[in-house]
């Protein structure tokens, strides 16, 4: 049987978690998968999979023979792009990216990119949730905050400044805070999805705040801003209008903390195709002329 046919099986077996999705995507049964499977362990005369009822885990050997045929993949499909002559980046490019950026920072250069790149597609996913980039087929995510994941690598491509703000019905009826450590008297809007939960870290202290409301998006958090709800502490850009409007006010000057990165990741084990390479020059490039997206 085709090795490459094989090879191909595996990786995505291990990228979806399931036989069925494999099967749906080669148009095939599920039980040729699982012959590919089995037909490439014997060749290799290594167990890779681990399969239970619940999910299907790599062996040692696996990860090591995925993170190899990945590679080899890749590499193909960019020697037999460049084979025909296909200079400019094209076919299908998975891009996930946080709520309020897609909408306020990606979305506005997709035409300029989508013209200077005809042959490219894009498919953005714009969300709040953890998207697993391999198990999701997902190529590049924009990412906002400190990055943990070691599978990934990442390309800096700005950092957004933070602040803390609430609006003015809200301050009429609270005392401004004047120091970190007043918040814990006040009634502060909590983003769940936060890795730091609801630690909130300033120049010179970390507070644990609390409140009535918590939220998983970003626009939930200016919208309860903005109705009067409590104080926040979130990326300037999110309330940069607001502020300049003078709807909000700015709080705690001179004692907020570090800006939080904002990067472009992607598996690490994976080689990147020049679509995914140009959409991240495009939107590095853009994101420099944005005051906003580079806090310092």
């Known amino acids: 049987?085709?090795?490459?046919?094989?090879?191909?099986?595996?990786?995505?077996?291990?990228?979806?978690?399931?036989?069925?999705?494999?099967?749906?995507?080669?148009r095939t049964g599920q039980p040729n998968v699982s012959r590919h499977i089995a037909a490439l362990e014997s060749h290799l005369g290594a167990r890779l999979l681990h399969r239970s009822t619940r999910k299907l885990t790599l062996t040692p050997e696996g990860e090591r023979y995925y993170s190899a045929a990945r590679h080899i993949l890749d590499a193909m499909a960019e020697a037999e792009s460049n084979a025909r002559g296909e200079d400019a980046p094209r076919g299908l490019l998975r891009v996930a990216c946080p709520t309020l950026l897609g909408r306020s920072h990606v979305l506005p250069h997709v035409k300029a990119i989508l013209?200077?790149?005809?042959?490219?597609?894009?498919?953005?996913?714009?969300?709040?949730?953890?998207i697993d980039l391999v198990e999701e087929g997902i190529d590049l995510a924009i990412r906002i905050?400190?990055?943990?994941?070691?599978?990934?690598?990442?390309r800096r491509i700005g950092s957004a400044a933070r602040i803390c703000v609430a609006s003015n019905e809200y301050l009429?009826?609270?005392?401004?805070?004047k120091?970190?450590?007043?918040?814990?008297?006040?009634?502060?809007i909590v983003y769940t999805l936060a890795a730091a939960g609801n630690l909130w870290s300033f120049r010179d202290a970390e507070v644990s705040v609390r409140g009535t409301f918590r939220v998983n998006t970003p626009?939930?958090?200016?919208?309860?801003?903005?109705?009067?709800?409590?104080?926040?502490?979130?990326?300037?850009?999110l309330f940069q209008d607001a502020v300049r409007d003078g709807r909000i006010?700015?709080?705690?000057?001179?004692?907020?903390?570090?800006?939080?990165p904002i990067n472009i990741v992607y598996a690490a084990n994976r080689l990147l195709p020049s679509r995914a390479r140009v959409f991240m020059d495009l939107i590095a490039a853009a994101f420099a002329l944005d005051p906003a997206l580079n806090a310092g």
């Open 1 to 26: 049987m085709d090795r490459i046919v094989l090879m191909n099986s595996f990786i995505r077996v291990v990228e979806t978690g399931s036989f069925s999705a494999v099967a749906r995507e080669l």
């Open 115 to 130: 013209e200077k790149f005809p042959a490219l597609e894009l498919d953005l996913q714009i969300g709040d949730r953890y």
């Open 145 to 154: 905050g400190t990055l943990k994941d070691s599978a990934l690598k990442a």
């Open 172 to 177: 009429a009826e609270h005392p401004e805070p």
């Open 179 to 188: 120091h970190p450590g007043d918040l814990k008297d006040h009634n502060c």
């Open 219 to 237: 626009d939930g958090i200016r919208s309860a801003v903005l109705d009067g709800i409590g104080i926040a502490y979130s990326p300037a850009w």
């Open 249 to 260: 006010k700015s709080l705690l000057a001179g004692q907020l903390g570090a800006p939080v």
